[in-house]
Nanobody, 121 residues
């Protein structure tokens, strides 16, 4: 069984920083795209940032310049460095990864359990 385990959420004042981590654990799998999504109360889940296995990145316009996504392929881990946080960044942040299990020919979306990020004004 493959799992994504997130850490690093919490409460921070506006203008502060947080770093989220998400590690994939299990046996015999490979990962292509990894990313972060978020869902604020009463809103749909939205893309925050994604990164390919080769290191190409893409960001939502609302977080460009402020957030940085990175990954360590050897550790099957993706990070999200969040700087200059704003109250509107408050949401549950979810890790996502496209994972192919050994013996399978296709990648399947896996999700973490979510971590709360709260930015106070």
């Amino acid at each position: 069984q493959v799992q994504l385990v997130e850490s690093g959420g919490g409460l921070v004042q506006a203008g502060g920083s947080l770093r989220l981590s998400c590690a994939a654990s299990g046996r015999s799998f490979s990962i292509n795209v990894m990313g972060w999504y978020r869902q604020a109360p009463g809103k749909q889940r939205e893309l925050v940032a994604v990164i390919t296995s080769g290191g190409s990145t893409d960001y939502a316009d609302s977080v460009k310049v402020r957030f940085i996504i990175s990954r360590d392929n050897a550790k099957n881990t993706v990070y999200l460095q969040m700087n200059s946080l704003k109250p509107e960044d408050t949401a549950v942040y979810y890790c996502n990864a496209g994972i192919r299990r050994l013996g399978s020919t296709r990648y399947v979306d896996y999700w973490g359990q979510g971590t709360q990020v709260t930015v106070s004004s």
